[in-house]
Structure formats: structure tokens, C-alpha cells
């Protein structure tokens, strides 16, 4: 007889480079919020019960957040808009046994009066899945 097997097999692919700024506020509140859900994304697992992951390689200036929601794949749980630091966070658990695509991702970016005038800056958010049997 002859054996075989199956390795893992996980993959997780976003397209997009949104773009945007916070430009304007009400008197007297916060300058507000802006999203972006022009990208979109798809996931690839034979495990069960994976995750996808999310981070930047750097903090994010004092006063602005940047948070990222995935729309989960069939069977899995978006835990909604969470803000992205250097350590990654959860963004969709539960994912068995899936290949899908057309995921919408959206982002949003928040800003305090305390974010001051901040130049055009970019941050690259690292999509990761693990987790899973």
C-alpha cells in the first residue's frame, strides 16, 4: 500500500490601496471618521476553525486609528471594526474548510483634535491566517 497525505493549505490575498483623509469638522466636535470599502479579499483554508489576523508595522500617529473589518467567509464570525496596532488582532474566527473570494474589506480612519496637521503617511496592514486543525 502507499501512503498519503494533506499539509495545511492556507492562503489570504487582499487587492486595494484606499486612500483618504479627514478634512473638515462640525464646530464644536470631533473631526469624525472617514471608511474606504473599495478592497476586497479572499481566504483559502483546508483547517478548521482558522483565523484571519491583522497588523501594521508601526503605531499610528497620536489623535488617528486605523481599523479594518473583513467580511467573513461562509461559516465564519467578523468581529467588526477593530483597531490595527503592531500586535495583530482577530478580525475573522471560525473560518472551516473554505475557498472564497469577493470578501469586501473596509477601513476606517478616526481622528481627535489631538491628531494636530499630519502629513500624507501610508501603513501597510499585514493579513495573516492561522489557527485551525
Not at 492556507?10 to 483618504?20: E, H, I, N, Q
Not at 491583522?54 to 488617528?64: C, F, N, Q
Not at 467567509?73 to 472551516?96: E, Y
Amino acid at each position: 500500500p502507499r501512503g498519503f497525505s494533506c499539509s495545511a493549505s492556507d492562503s489570504v490575498a487582499l487587492s486595494g490601496a484606499p486612500t483618504w483623509r479627514v478634512a473638515s469638522a462640525v464646530p464644536g466636535e470631533r473631526p469624525g471618521s472617514v471608511t474606504n470599502a473599495t478592497a476586497s479579499g479572499a481566504v483559502t483554508t483546508n483547517r478548521t476553525g482558522a483565523k484571519v489576523t491583522a497588523s501594521i508595522p508601526t503605531i499610528m500617529p497620536p489623535g488617528l486609528t486605523l481599523s479594518s473589518s473583513l467580511a467573513p467567509p461562509a461559516g465564519a464570525a467578523s468581529a467588526g471594526f477593530l483597531p490595527l496596532g503592531t500586535v495583530a488582532v482577530d478580525l475573522v474566527t471560525g473560518i472551516t474548510k473554505v475557498a472564497q473570494g469577493l470578501m469586501v474589506v473596509t477601513y476606517k480612519l478616526d481622528a481627535t483634535p489631538a491628531a494636530g496637521v499630519v502629513t500624507s503617511n501610508t501603513r501597510i496592514v499585514t493579513y495573516t491566517i492561522t489557527g485551525g486543525t
